[in-house]
């Protein structure tokens, strides 16, 4: 388990409460490319058997929050979207290092890293949210991506030693605090 080192700012939640219709088209996009990339690594490391039935549970868990937020945004007469590059995201694969190895661990410490800004990010919608039935479903999934970056920081501790882990993802994690200060604040999850 490891603390993100720079908090969102609670006007991003306030902007996306306010912009509901522009978000969840951003949100179903992050979830259906969240299941794109666990389905990636399974076929990619495939002589990994504990790695690729880990993605596949991803991939079916990440799909069925993508069918929830469609299912939301119909109710709400909403539309997908086209689909945008993620400038975040964009930007923290591209610290991953070339080769093998130390590509496969940038992998694995790039989404956790992801899915922790991904948990803090729903459960601040949720608590931005007033009572009922979205809000309700922003702590489940907030709660459900909560686990999915302690799922990439255990496969990497299984496959590399614990100081290499550490050592690289403090790296990863300074970079990060310091793309997600100079992001802008917009009704999308990152």
Same mark, same amino acid.
Do not use: C
């Given at each position: *388990?490891? &603390? #993100?080192?720079?908090?969102?700012?609670?006007?991003?939640?306030?902007?996306? @409460?306010?912009? *509901?219709?522009?978000?969840?088209?951003?949100?179903?996009?992050?979830?259906?490319? !969240?299941?794109?990339?666990?389905?990636? *690594?399974? #076929?990619?490391?495939?002589?990994?058997?504990? =790695?690729?039935?880990?993605?596949?549970? /991803?991939?079916?868990?990440?799909?069925?929050?993508?069918?929830? @937020?469609?299912?939301?945004?119909?109710?709400?007469? $909403?539309? =997908?979207?086209?689909? %945008?590059? %993620?400038?975040?995201?964009?930007? =923290?694969?591209?610290? *991953?290092? &070339?080769?093998?190895?130390?590509?496969?661990?940038?992998?694995?410490? @790039?989404?956790?890293?992801?899915?922790?800004?991904?948990?803090?990010?729903?459960?601040?919608?949720?608590?931005?949210?007033? +009572?009922?039935? =979205?809000?309700?479903?922003?702590?489940?999934?907030? &709660?459900?991506?909560? &686990?999915?970056? +302690?799922?990439?920081? %255990? /496969?990497?501790?299984?496959?590399?030693?614990?100081?290499?882990?550490?050592?690289?993802?403090?790296?990863? $994690?300074?970079?990060?605090?310091?793309?997600?200060?100079?992001?802008?604040?917009?009704? !999308? $999850?990152?």
């Amino acid at each position: *388990m490891f &603390k #993100l080192r720079y908090p969102t700012p609670t006007a991003w939640a306030d902007t996306v @409460v306010a912009a *509901m219709a522009e978000f969840l088209p951003d949100h179903a996009s992050a979830e259906y490319k !969240a299941s794109g990339m666990a389905m990636s *690594m399974a #076929l990619h490391y495939r002589d990994k058997p504990e =790695l690729v039935s880990a993605m596949i549970d /991803l991939a079916i868990e990440e799909l069925a929050h993508f069918r929830e @937020v469609v299912k939301i945004m119909e109710s709400r007469g $909403l539309v =997908l979207q086209k689909d %945008d590059k %993620d400038p975040y995201v964009n930007d =923290l694969r591209g610290q *991953m290092r &070339k080769g093998s190895e130390i590509y496969f661990l940038d992998r694995l410490l @790039v989404a956790a890293i992801i899915e922790a800004r991904g948990a803090e990010r729903f459960g601040l919608v949720a608590t931005a949210l007033p +009572s009922g039935s =979205l809000k309700d479903f922003y702590a489940l999934i907030a &709660k459900s991506e909560d &686990k999915h970056h +302690s799922l990439f920081t %255990d /496969l990497a501790n299984r496959y590399f030693p614990a100081t290499l882990v550490s050592q690289r993802l403090d790296q990863l $994690l300074d970079h990060e605090a310091q793309l997600v200060a100079t992001l802008p604040i917009r009704a !999308a $999850l990152h």
